[in-house]
């Protein structure tokens, strides 16, 4: 459907978005935007992808099959896979990814509050508050999943207002890929999309019918069998991945844990604000019939975060929502005008520091957060054969400048009961020895004695410290922690 010119974004919206792209541009793959945490076993599945033709992760040689077949998430390693084909094993092709969903973010931000009835204007700032949005940072600009389905499903609402069977075959796709991008937010993401589709919810006034809803059904047909083709040739490693996980993450009672925990909350008080304004809005919503549609859209996609175990990159496809439906009220006449009006217009103001911060980091310390640069400071010390255990902030040079070398992750002392099901093995098992270990340092001595082997090579004096490896770093008001800091431990020399 062409849009036409009452509905095309404004200039000034359009200069705003192309400086936010040269930001994120220019952040891509630095720290801590990509290759922390798990966020480097999609890198790995892709690379892996790319080597062999299947999903999956040699740094985890582990119990539950993950060396042989992975079946994480599938939609962010597939956005990888497409990133380092075309840009190689860099960085900047790590990154990639996360510009693009961010982008996505906010353009569908104002796509759809304008289909809701929202002013260009008011539409505009509320596309660029999603720069500000902590809990849609979290989840768009690390290489994670949270990002993915926020894409999705807006893209799904965009096209609810369009009729026709490609629109209808284009929504039944969003939904199989957001459902996809990460499986415990798939049954509350297809039960939304469900409900907007057969016309039980309308949050555009409007919704597709019945009559669509063959199309869709093949639409998601087609998304999701490709995935379906995968799992049943590895039926074995799928079952021991998912479950072992799931049993793991959210089969305990870390969530009343969490909410009880001070020191939790005070890790997550940069995304409190706007927790607290999406509980107002969702209050709102509910209140006025017009917008109560919104408001169970919402609070379906809210649950996800309040089930599991808390996370508040959840909510950001929340926030998302809820920030189109304050363009509507800052478009509209009444009492919630100039309220909607002052949180967009602040929510812009704080989008605009955001992304100056990020521009500096990206300017002034690309060099010492780039975890390519790590390999030619390994390179002289890698002497010996052997298997390598080392952080995942050392993915990237380990697999770009020493590609045959046997590579192990060592997850970290702090990591948690769902992340250790993917340990390796061999980690575990006393007699095992690897050659080199390479760990953040402040944690170092802790990760070491976590993992059996390696607590058996410092105790036998064939791990013995070699080098401790910092990236130069220009100090930053905001940003004075040195990125990467990891102490190579290794045969004496």
Known sequence: MPISSTSRPPLWLWAAWGAALIVLILRSGLYPAALTGDEIWFTESAYQFLQTGTPKRLIHPDGVGSATADFLPPIVMLLQTATLWLGGLT????????????????????????????????????????FSAQ????????????????????GFLALVPIAGRAAAIARGSLVGIAGLAY??????VGLAALLIETGLLRPFGKAPGWRAIPWTALGFALAIAPFLIYVGRYPGEFTAQVLSNGAAHYGTAELLTRFADLSFWRGQRETL?????????????????????????????TLPALIYPFNPRLLGLSVALALCLAAVWASREGWLQPLARIGLVGGTLAATAMLALMGSVGLLQAEGRDGAALGPLLKPYLIHAGPIAADQRAWLALRRDFPEREFLHALPSWSPPQVSVFEPSALRDPKFRVTYALVQTDIAEATLARAPALAAGRADGSLVPLARLTLPIRPLPLAKAVP?????????P
């Open 91 to 130: 960085a900047r092709a790590v990154g990639m990814p996360s510009v693009v969903l961010m982008m996505l973010a906010s353009l569908l931000v104002y796509r759809v509050a304008r289909q809701a009835g929202a002013s260009r204007g008011a539409a505009g700032l509320a596309a660029l508050t999603v």
């Open 135 to 154: 809990t849609i940072l979290r989840g768009a600009l690390y290489v994670r999943y949270e990002g993915a389905v926020l894409a999705a499903f807006l």
């Open 183 to 188: 499986y415990p937010t798939a049954p509350f």
């Open 273 to 301: 604000p706007e927790s607290l304004a999406l509980l107002i809005v969702l209050a709102l919503a509910f209140l006025r019939a017009e917008t109560r549609a919104w408001a169970w859209v919402i609070l379906l996609l």
């Open 484 to 492: 990467f800091d990891l102490t190579l431990y290794g045969p004496a």
